[in-house]
């Protein structure tokens, strides 16, 4: 019967030019993800390049002068892209996965990022996340649609009922044959992004395929349902196309709007104006009263006195330091605004499987918005030791020949490896075994 059913399923031209369609756009889709690794492995080339040229150019024009040289040397620090960042580049196309940092007040720099042409962001990226999340339902669709009503409809199913011993067992085996094309165009496409991509064979990248399995699943299974209703294809197709319609585009956007309205974020405005304001008003704030918070802050150089004449390196780094602390209460703020942005949708997208698929993908491939968050927290902490080594040196008016330049490599943020990325699966195995269940009750009435 298989062998029929497969050979019946086959015949559609419609149905071989679906496959060629969808296997074409997730090779296509696995080789932007390729570009987009080689354009960052290329740009942390050239930036530990850069950084050798950039010190020893500095050095040599100030090397007498260690707070002048300090005011224009930048250190960086780097979010090295995952592999399985190719599969699912997520946010880190607009931010920075490299930071070039100054010992200077750190809130006018951590957000800087390249400018990207606006049509592009607009676009988006056509990763292979894209092909399964959106992608995939639609090809799920389009052969399941008419499963049962194409028979129906030609008048073969009275006869098929007639000679089969369970028309319940017909249909399934209807819908194994489909679905296993469905399944083997998918692990294609994710062995093929795993030798294109060089994706290590570990448990992210198995945890990633059970994902895109379990999300197939309950695209079939959602089909499945709705054929129990044995309606006409016509219904069929209208509301399995509402239905992706309403999971794919408008739930994803009403949430984004809802969160935003609820998480307003202006102090990414206001933290920017009160670090500038800050710092630009120390210049004619009393020196003293400078010293005296820099101090409170960095008790540690209290030694270095109350220095009220004329500019000195000491006082300049002090107004720098005050532009961070006086602007610190609004960066706090805007941090905990995103970060309950981010809370939030994850909840909600515990109940809408795409949402909960792409963040799941984002999570494993390191492309998400709490891995950016957690490079701003790090980045800060590589600032503050930065200036906890240099500071010493410009106040006791060292030189360039008093620092091992060499020491001064890229750094790479440290990821967390996590060991529980398994558990990502248990949401996606709750729908799809739900749908399952409920399908096969009210196939049984067929």
Same mark, same amino acid.
């Given at each position: 019967?298989?062998?029929?059913?497969?050979?019946? #399923?086959?015949?559609?031209?419609?149905?071989?030019?679906?496959?060629?369609?969808?296997?074409?756009?997730?090779?296509?889709?696995?080789?932007?993800?390729?570009?987009?690794?080689?354009?960052?492995?290329?740009?942390?080339?050239?930036?530990?390049?850069?950084?050798?040229?950039?010190?020893?150019?500095?050095?040599?024009?100030?090397?007498?002068?260690?707070?002048?040289?300090?005011?224009?040397?930048?250190?960086?620090?780097?979010?090295?892209?995952?592999?399985?960042?190719?599969?699912?580049?997520?946010?880190?196309?607009?931010?920075?996965?490299?930071?070039?940092?100054?010992?200077?007040?750190?809130?006018?720099?951590?957000?800087?990022?390249?400018?990207?042409?606006?049509?592009?962001?607009?676009?988006?990226?056509?990763?292979?996340?894209?092909?399964?999340?959106?992608?995939?339902?639609?090809?799920?669709?389009?052969?399941?649609?008419?499963?049962?009503?194409?028979?129906?409809?030609?008048?073969?199913?009275?006869?098929?009922?007639?000679?089969?011993?369970?028309?319940?067992?017909?249909?399934?085996?209807?819908?194994?044959?489909?679905?296993?094309?469905?399944?083997?165009?998918?692990?294609?496409?994710?062995?093929?992004?795993?030798?294109?991509?060089?994706?290590?064979?570990?448990?992210?990248?198995?945890?990633?395929?059970?994902?895109?399995?379990?999300?197939?699943?309950?695209?079939?299974?959602?089909?499945?349902?709705?054929?129990?209703?044995?309606?006409?294809?016509?219904?069929?197709?209208?509301?399995?196309?509402?239905?992706?319609?309403?999971?794919?585009?408008?739930?994803?956007?009403?949430?984004?709007?809802?969160?935003?309205?609820?998480?307003?974020?202006?102090?990414?405005?206001?933290?920017?104006?009160?670090?500038?304001?800050?710092?630009?008003?120390?210049?004619?704030?009393?020196?003293?009263?400078?010293?005296?918070?820099?101090?409170?802050?960095?008790?540690?150089?209290?030694?270095?006195?109350?220095?009220?004449?004329? #500019?000195?390196?000491?006082?300049?780094?002090?107004?720098?330091?005050?532009?961070?602390?006086?602007?610190?209460?609004?960066?706090?703020?805007?941090?905990?605004?995103?970060?309950?942005?981010?809370?939030?949708?994850?909840?909600?997208?515990?109940?809408?499987?795409?949402?909960?698929?792409?963040?799941?993908?984002?999570?494993?491939?390191?492309?998400?918005?709490?891995?950016?968050?957690?490079?701003?927290?790090?980045?800060?902490?590589?600032?503050?030791?930065?200036?906890?080594?240099?500071?010493?040196?410009?106040?006791?008016?060292?030189?360039?020949?008093?620092?091992?330049?060499?020491?001064?490599?890229?750094?790479?943020?440290?990821?967390?490896?996590?060991?529980?990325?398994?558990?990502?699966?248990?949401?996606?195995?709750?729908?799809?075994?739900?749908?399952?269940?409920?399908?096969?009750?009210?196939?049984?009435?067929?």
């Amino acid at each position: 019967m298989f062998s029929l059913l497969m050979t019946q #399923f086959l015949r559609s031209r419609t149905v071989i030019l679906s496959f060629i369609l969808i296997i074409t756009l997730g090779v296509v889709s696995i080789f932007i993800g390729k570009q987009f690794l080689s354009r960052q492995e290329k740009a942390i080339d050239e930036i530990t390049a850069y950084q050798e040229n950039h010190i020893q150019k500095n050095v040599d024009f100030h090397g007498n002068d260690l707070g002048l040289l300090l005011y224009y040397l930048k250190f960086t620090f780097i979010n090295k892209p995952s592999t399985l960042a190719g599969l699912s580049i997520g946010q880190s196309d607009v931010n920075p996965t490299v930071q070039l940092t100054k010992i200077l007040n750190l809130e006018g720099q951590k957000y800087d990022t390249d400018l990207i042409n606006p049509v592009n962001l607009q676009s988006g990226n056509l990763d292979l996340g894209f092909v399964i999340i959106y992608l995939f339902p639609l090809l799920t669709i389009s052969i399941l649609y008419n499963l049962l009503s194409e028979e129906t409809e030609s008048g073969t199913w009275r006869l098929v009922a007639v000679q089969t011993e369970s028309r319940l067992k017909f249909l399934l085996g209807k819908l194994s044959v489909r679905a296993g094309f469905l399944y083997a165009a998918l692990i294609l496409l994710l062995l093929l992004a795993k030798v294109i991509l060089k994706i290590p064979f570990g448990m992210n990248f198995m945890v990633v395929t059970g994902l895109s399995i379990l999300y197939l699943t309950f695209w079939i299974m959602l089909c499945f349902f709705l054929i129990g209703f044995k309606k006409s294809s016509g219904f069929n197709i209208l509301v399995l196309l509402s239905v992706w319609l309403v999971l794919i585009i408008l739930l994803p956007a009403t949430i984004n709007n809802y969160i935003a309205y609820k998480y307003p974020v202006p102090e990414a405005l206001s933290t920017m104006i009160k670090q500038r304001d800050s710092y630009h008003t120390k210049w004619d704030a009393d020196k003293i009263e400078t010293l005296k918070s820099f101090y409170d802050h960095y008790p540690q150089f209290e030694s270095y006195g109350y220095p009220n004449e004329g #500019f000195t390196w000491l006082w300049y780094y002090a107004m720098q330091q005050m532009g961070d602390d006086d602007a610190r209460e609004e960066s706090q703020q805007f941090r905990n605004k995103i970060m309950q942005r981010e809370i939030m949708s994850r909840k909600i997208a515990q109940f809408i499987p795409n949402m909960y698929t792409q963040i799941a993908f984002n999570k494993i491939a390191r492309t998400g918005l709490i891995n950016h968050m957690d490079f701003m927290d790090e980045t800060t902490n590589f600032h503050e030791r930065l200036r906890l080594y240099f500071y010493p040196k410009i106040f006791d008016g060292k030189t360039a020949d008093d620092v091992n330049w060499s020491h001064f490599k890229p750094e790479y943020f440290e990821h967390k490896s996590s060991m529980d990325n398994y558990k990502l699966l248990t949401p996606l195995l709750i729908f799809a075994a739900s749908v399952f269940l409920i399908s096969i009750v009210k196939a049984r009435n067929i």
